[in-house]
């Protein structure tokens, strides 16, 4: 149904741009979309942030120990083996991405890395794992082309047929395409149900066994998230944003109103309610924990001014 009615919006801003002969275009493009999507959407994602697969051989102990991590949980879960990837990011986040389990990947950002304990890193591709799971990755990636090829046609309709006023709807249409079209990739956003990310949580924790660090890794990412830090990469991709364990675009206020994500306050009020006591020792050491100075690993930092392993 998603995707009926994210195609059904691309075909109608097609016949605003070019009449029945730009609807006809359009909806020929959006099948093809929707064909490409369905099979290299796991690609075309991992390419827009520029995700590089984790080799056995990964010069970096801290990266081959979260590989390691992600497989052993996988094998546990029953699951075929993902591939592993890194972001180059400093933002804190993660996802997961695939057409079915056989085909997923899974992607961490430095950041996670680096400012999560291997406990807390564990708990989160838990969360990832867990989407692969439910197969969660098909609905993300497929809504995440087709808004970004909703979006590419509303610029188009923008930059180059401003001045045509024969088209149907005239200027008004053009004006309400360069208007709504980015919306489309907010409104994609919410369709997918926060429902997932409560699944995934809880999918998670008993995945990674740990529920206690995957709250306490959820409130790292946001803190970070909402400190006024932007993630270029998100920014530059918004229909993607709805894949990450947090939001990544929360660096703007503006964003929260579109959020496609629930608060971390509820995800954590969740985790607490479903595995009660496992959760306690991360609640009340949250605070203490935020305030320290700690390395990636549960090691103090001597120079806060490093950026550690990534430079």
């Known amino acids: 149904m998603l995707l009926a009615a994210m195609t059904a919006l691309f075909v109608g801003v097609g016949y ?32 827009m942030y520029r995700a590089q697969e984790v080799t056995a051989d990964h010069p970096d102990a801290r990266v081959r120990t979260y590989a390691n991590d992600v497989r052993e949980m996988a094998q546990g879960a029953g699951m075929p083996m993902p591939k592993i990837t890194i972001i180059e990011s400093d933002q804190p986040n993660a996802f997961a991405t695939g057409r079915d389990p056989a085909h997923a990947a899974v992607a961490a950002t ?66 309400a395409i360069a208007i709504l079209a980015p919306m489309a990739a907010a409104l994609v956003q919410m369709a997918i149900s926060r429902g997932r990310e409560y699944e995934a949580d809880a999918g998670g924790a008993e995945i990674s066994g740990d529920p206690a660090a995957l709250a306490s890794a ?38 929260n109103l579109f959020s496609t994500h629930p608060s971390t306050q509820n995800r954590v009020a969740a985790l607490a309610q479903k595995f009660g006591e496992q959760t306690e020792p991360t609640l009340q050491r949250e605070a203490p924990r935020a305030a320290r100075a700690a390395g990636p690993w549960d090691k103090p930092q001597t120079d806060q001014r490093k950026s550690g392993p990534w430079g």
């Open 16 to 47: 605003l741009i070019g009449g029945p002969a730009g609807m006809a275009i359009a909806l020929a493009v959006a099948l093809v979309g929707n064909l490409i999507s369905y099979w290299n959407a796991d690609k075309i994602v991992l390419s």
């Open 110 to 175: 430095t950041g996670l890395l680096t400012m999560l304990d291997r406990r807390e890193i564990r708990a989160v591709m838990g969360h990832e794992l867990a989407h692969v799971k439910n197969r969660d990755t098909l609905t993300m990636t497929v809504t995440a082309t087709i808004a970004g090829a909703i979006s590419a046609l509303a610029n188009f309709a923008f930059f180059f047929g401003g001045n045509n006023r024969e088209r149907p709807g005239g200027i008004i249409g053009v004006i």
């Open 218 to 255: 959820l409130q790292k990412i946001e803190a970070y998230a909402r400190g006024g830090r932007v993630n270029l990469a998100a920014e530059r991709n918004p229909a993607t944003a709805h894949m990450f364990i947090i939001n990544p675009l929360n660096g703007h206020g503006a964003d």
